[in-house]
């Protein structure tokens, strides 16, 4: 995601590569919302683009509701830049 800032990032909590879930919200002109499914070697990658934050942000409520699970935004050092 360079030349995107990063926003927010959730994770569900869960280590395994078949049951990790990370989601990042980010924006450059547009807003931008990606999804893996897996680890970050084998997982699938989703991504949308939203003209505004509130478009993104009912994305990334969608995506975190279906999920179920332990999700909890992550912050700092913890929220690290979405895959490329």
Not at 40 to 47: D, W
Not at 52 to 80: P, S
Request: net charge positive; no cysteine.
């Amino acid at each position: 995601m360079s030349g995107k800032e990063l926003v927010a990032r959730w994770w569900n909590g869960t280590w395994g590569r078949l049951t990790r879930r990370d989601v990042w919200l980010a924006r450059e002109i547009r807003w931008h919302v990606v999804a893996r499914a897996g680890d970050s070697e084998t997982g699938k990658v989703l991504r949308w683009e939203f003209d505004t934050e509130d478009e993104a942000r009912q994305m990334v409520r969608r995506l975190v509701q279906a999920e179920g699970g332990q999700w909890r935004e992550m912050n700092g050092d913890a929220a690290t830049q979405a895959p490329k």
